[in-house]
């Protein structure tokens, strides 16, 4: 069993930054991609980022690229997500998740088996 569990969420002015953070309890963290995902009030779930196992290799969506930086501690089961620029557009619930591989860089959300349970970002204009 992997538990992951999402913080840093919270309320920014468009322009700011803030860090999210996942924890992970549980087996093969540091085995396993991992990736972020997020879900805006009325759009279905997009996909933001994934890292590799190592945290050698990285991916992200368009609408994010060069303003979010996604990170990894596996001696500490952690992974993070530094979004600075925020956008209104930005808004949404965060999930971190755990893929199957660990060499796949996932954009589907079925590739994941393990979710949390989110973390809200709220952009203001």
């Known amino acids: 069993q992997v538990q992951l569990v999402e913080s840093g969420g919270g309320l920014v002015q468009a322009g700011g930054s803030l860090r999210l953070s996942c924890a992970a309890s549980?087996?093969?963290?540091?085995?396993?991609?991992m990736g972020w995902f997020r879900r805006a009030p009325e759009k279905g779930r997009e996909f933001v980022a994934a890292i590799s196992w190592t945290g050698s290799r990285t991916l992200y969506a368009d609408s994010v690229k060069g303003r979010f930086a996604i990170s990894r501690d596996n001696a500490k089961n952690m992974v993070f997500l530094q979004m600075n620029s925020l956008k209104a557009e930005d808004t949404a619930v965060y999930y971190c998740a755990q893929d199957r591989s660990q060499l796949r860089l996932g954009v589907e959300g079925s590739f994941y088996d393990y979710w949390g349970q989110g973390t809200q970002v709220t952009v203001s204009s």
């Open positions: 549980g087996r093969t963290f540091s085995s396993r991609s």
